[in-house]
């Protein structure tokens, strides 16, 4: 049994497709269905049903699997132990952003972070909270930046800042002559939010959860983006919440729109996560080191109190 044969299982696990696995790992078809062929006759296993289209893992292939993947990343642990001694930061570096971080946070500290470690190739992915979990846990990402807590045993993670939630409010809003707005003034029937699946949204129902009941049905009208929203909110269909990072790029016309919230001002937790087996621990320092070093300058708010992180 080799790490090379365990890698090449993982391959076909994930693509389902022998031709595409050796694609992806640089080898020919041939050569990697006879790996995986003589770490079967060596185990006397059957890991994948050939029968299938696409090919499935046998049930002892499917546990097989889960302990592969342990094993590649012990054995990547070594080659990060070396770079972590010689204080090299370099190679392939997959990172996942959640949709509402990644068009304001990335700008801020990308080009920096790519002159000042030339040698990391970053690999960056817009992906939302479920996918990024998944990806984290299968290796398929080496770290990512979400709201959080995730509450999740197998993910580890490291707090970058707290952004206020900014209130979006037009003129003729019941609350548009108001300097700054409370969450008891939040009502649920007039607020504008992002469609389903963004962790931005979820947080924001928690928050109004706590002034009065939430059912589905109150929501007529939800969108993928904040620029839809604000547009929307232009035409008089509501107020929405924006995070404070997005309000530094709103347009001037639109400031007088904006109200920020009395002390606690609720907020959301974003951090920099990653697997608990800790790889490329010097590149996620670096990371964090990085986005911690702009972010904490343009939140002009980091010194208020804030209500408790509100969650997904």
Same mark, same amino acid.
């Given at each position: ?59 002892? *292939? ?16 070594? =080659? ?58 299968? *290796? ?30 037009? =003129? ?26 963004? @962790?931005?949204?979820? *947080?924001?129902?928690?928050? @109004?959860?706590? =002034? ?11 969108? /993928? ?71 904490? /300058? ?15």
């Amino acid at each position: 049994m080799t790490i090379t044969q365990l890698k090449y299982v993982l391959a076909v696990a994930e693509h389902q497709n022998f031709t595409k696995a050796a694609e992806k790992t640089f080898v020919t078809q041939p050569t990697l269905s006879m790996q995986i062929q003589k770490l079967e006759d060596e185990l006397d296993i059957q890991i994948f049903d050939r029968s299938k289209k696409p090919i499935e893992l046998t049930e002892v *292939g499917k546990k097989l699997v889960q302990q592969a993947r342990n094993i590649v990343n012990e054995s990547e642990r070594i =080659q990060d132990i070396v770079d972590q001694q010689k204080g090299y930061i370099g190679g392939e570096f997959k990172l996942g952003v959640i949709p509402t971080v990644m068009p304001t946070l990335l700008p801020m500290f990308l080009n920096n972070f790519i002159k000042k470690y030339p040698k990391v190739k970053l690999k960056i992915e817009e992906l939302h909270t479920e996918a990024i979990i998944e990806r984290l846990n299968d *290796g398929h990402l080496d770290a990512a930046i979400a709201a959080t807590p995730l509450e999740n045993d197998n993910i580890k993670e490291r707090v970058l800042y707290y952004e206020p939630f900014v209130g979006y409010i037009p =003129q003729n809003h019941r609350l548009h002559n108001n300097t700054k707005i409370d969450v008891s003034d939040l009502d649920i029937d007039d607020m504008l939010l992002l469609e389903d699946g963004h @962790c931005f949204r979820d *947080g924001i129902i928690n928050l @109004c959860k706590t =002034q009065k009941s939430y059912e589905e049905d109150h929501f007529q009208l939800e969108s /993928g983006s904040f620029e839809t929203l604000i547009k929307l909110s232009n035409e008089g269909l509501g107020m929405t919440l924006l995070p404070y990072l997005h309000t530094l790029d709103i347009k001037a016309s639109e400031n007088q729109n904006l109200r920020h919230f009395n002390e606690p001002t609720p907020a959301r937790e974003v951090s920099l996560i990653y697997h608990k087996s800790e790889l490329k621990m010097q590149i996620i320092d670096a990371l964090k080191n990085s986005i911690m070093g702009v972010v904490k /300058g343009a939140i002009a708010f980091h010194n208020v109190k804030i209500i408790s992180p509100i969650s997904k």
